[in-house]
């Protein structure tokens, strides 16, 4: 159930639907008594099947809400309306920061005013106990007074250990700004992954360009993790040597070779500008989206974006790229974010996608399971970017077959997905990625035949992650009409049989999971943390999904592989006893249980 045009919620008056996210959807409304504008951030109704869930995000709500800051967006109210929690913000008329960025080079006053008006809100925060975790062009409003603010911080994770439990373990971020430790999934955050963010918008006004850009989300996430940070000057020759070794060192790989504070680092940035005499003047370091070597396609800011209170942004398509050889056929299509929701790739990712959307732990795995990905960084004797075998510099001749496909018929989504089959059964599977994702965007979002057959393909290669991603494209084909058994049952197998890979966070994001249903999106964060040594965390994640859906299967499943886990092998044989002779149960689940059986008995 969604708020309407016109309703009443409580004392507010929606006027009109200004974005939607995986979480949340934001609304402005009018406030008659006090005849002023707000912000409405209402929860989906997939997250209110949990009281736990609904009084862990009310508590966090109201520490954010303590943000008293001149540049953070305010919180005024936090209410419920048909047992649907909303937030109630600061309505801001004005673009952002991102959509400056597209219009030119900012003056010497607009760069100090960033430096500045981030700089004291992201402090200030730090100094509060609470991580942004998502700083990026598209948080930054500009307000027609000429005001600054930083927003989104309404479902900002609590610094302090134990305190955030709104989504364990699920990465929040977007892959140009996200930090090497977020990326890969870690717990322990702290105020470097929001400096590491910040440097990035740094180094994008100075430099012209964000550091790392690709065509796929997990090849820039990679990029974060692995890939040494582009010197500026060697980008933008114009950028003064004092001013790269502050970047330098703001965007270190590891968190402790970063500036300790976001102070020390504003302080730096600017005493780096005076150092080099130059005063801060855009048109001394020249912003040129989209026209550098790797640089993101810039936006014309007329009808491009609207901009709403909590920082989101209704983006309008980015324009083409050239291409060479035969991915030219793919130009123009804009990637899916999650293959599952938002095309991403394998790799540790994000919220958000500089979209609409409000906003993805490397461990060794057992020996019996199969990584699906090549490893990340380069072989011996193989230079990064090297192909492997089975690849374009050792194309098969089934990949060579698929190929011509797709140039005979590049709009044709079933082609993509026979090269995206033909690239996973040689091995390639980035490539596979890359072309999964523009199948299914070229299928467009209701194309359920399609979803259904890419699913059946990885399926039976035993590929659950993208069949998990397939699924969850599938399942959100039929939003508003009740899902079909057979098709509820593949998506709980894939999401199920696919947590237990390291990489399968940066496919399928877990927030994504609990939109369309949250019992399960507990029980594959629970998997996951399992299979990455959190046995802690998983059962936390099944006392969720108990108290969601008790009678859920997965709960059973999960519960007996924490048993073997912990070597509880009584209750583990009992619980797989029982569900391998349900005859009410899923095929799937029947035939798990009495393999796990095989292995304890």
């Not at 920061?97 to 100090?112: Q, W």
């Amino acid at each position: 159930m969604s708020f309407n045009i016109g309703e009443n919620i409580g004392p507010y008056r929606i006027i009109e639907q200004l974005g939607q996210g995986g979480m949340a959807t934001v609304y402005k409304a009018y406030h008659a008594s006090l005849d002023r504008y707000v912000a409405l951030k209402v929860l989906h109704p997939a997250f209110h099947q949990d009281q736990t869930f609904i009084t862990r995000f009310q508590r966090e709500a109201r520490v954010v809400a303590k943000l008293e800051h001149p540049h953070i967006v305010p919180i005024y109210d936090y209410s419920e309306h048909e047992n649907r929690p909303y937030l109630v913000m600061k309505y801001i008329e004005g673009d952002t920061l991102k959509a400056r960025f597209s219009a030119g080079p900012l003056s010497s006053a607009e760069i100090e005013k960033v430096v500045n008006s981030v700089g004291s809100a992201l402090a200030y925060a730090h100094k509060q106990g609470i991580l942004h975790r998502d700083i990026k062009p598209s948080n930054v409003l500009l307000a027609t007074d000429g005001v600054m603010y930083l927003a989104d911080f309404g479902l900002a994770r609590i610094a302090e250990a134990g305190e955030s439990t709104l989504s364990s373990d699920s990465i929040m971020g977007t892959p140009q700004y996200i930090s090497p430790e977020q990326a890969m999934g870690a717990k322990d955050l702290d105020a470097g992954t929001d400096i590491y963010s910040f440097g990035v918008m740094l180094y994008e006004m100075v430099v012209g360009q964000v550091p790392f850009s690709a065509d796929t989300p997990f090849s820039i996430i990679h990029d974060h993790i692995y890939t040494p940070l582009p010197l500026p000057m060697e980008i933008n020759p114009k950028v003064p040597e004092s001013v790269q070794r502050v970047l330098l060192k703001a965007l270190a790989k590891q968190r402790a070779d970063r500036y300790g504070s976001v102070e020390e680092m504003c302080k730096a940035f600017t005493n780096a500008w005076s150092e080099a005499g130059v005063p801060m003047q855009g048109t001394a370091i020249t912003m040129r989206p989209g026209s550098l070597k790797g640089a993101q396609g810039a936006k014309t800011q007329t009808g491009s974006e609207k901009v709403i209170n909590v920082g989101q942004t209704v983006a309008a398509k980015s324009p083409k790229k050239k291409r060479s050889g035969w991915m030219w056929a793919a130009a123009g299509l804009l990637l899916v974010l999650c293959l599952g929701v938002a095309g991403m790739a394998f790799l540790r990712s994000v919220r958000n996608l500089n979209t609409a959307a409000t906003s993805t732990p490397v461990v060794s795995l057992p020996p019996s399971t199969e990584t699906l990905l090549p490893p990340l960084s380069p072989q011996p004797n193989q230079t990064p970017g090297q192909s492997q075998p089975g690849g374009p510099g050792n194309t098969s001749p089934e990949i060579t077959a698929a190929i011509d496909a797709v140039a005979k018929n590049p709009g044709d989504p079933n082609a993509h997905l026979g090269l995206a089959l033909a690239y996973w059964d040689a091995g390639e599977k980035r490539l596979a990625a890359e072309e999964l994702a523009q199948s299914a965007n070229l299928a467009g979002p209701t194309n359920r035949d399609f979803f259904a057959k890419a699913a059946a393909e990885f399926k039976s290669r035993e590929a659950w992650i993208p069949a998990a991603g397939m699924e969850l494209r599938l399942v959100s084909a039929y939003t508003g009409e009740n899902l079909p058994k057979n098709v509820e049952e593949d998506f709980h197998e894939a999401v199920y049989k696919a947590a237990e890979d390291k990489e399968m966070p940066l496919f399928v994001f877990f927030e994504r999971i609990d939109s369309a249903n949250l019992p399960m999106g507990y029980i594959a964060r629970g998997r996951y943390s399992l299979f990455n040594g959190k046995i802690e965390d998983a059962n936390a994640q099944l006392n969720n999904a108990s108290k969601a859906k008790p009678d859920m299967y997965e709960v059973f499943l999960l519960r007996a592989e924490i048993a073997i886990k912990t070597k509880d092998l009584n209750t583990a044989n009992n619980t797989l006893l029982s569900l391998s002779s349900d005859l009410g149960a899923p095929e799937w689940i029947r035939l798990f249980a009495n393999n796990l059986l095989s292995t304890i008995q």
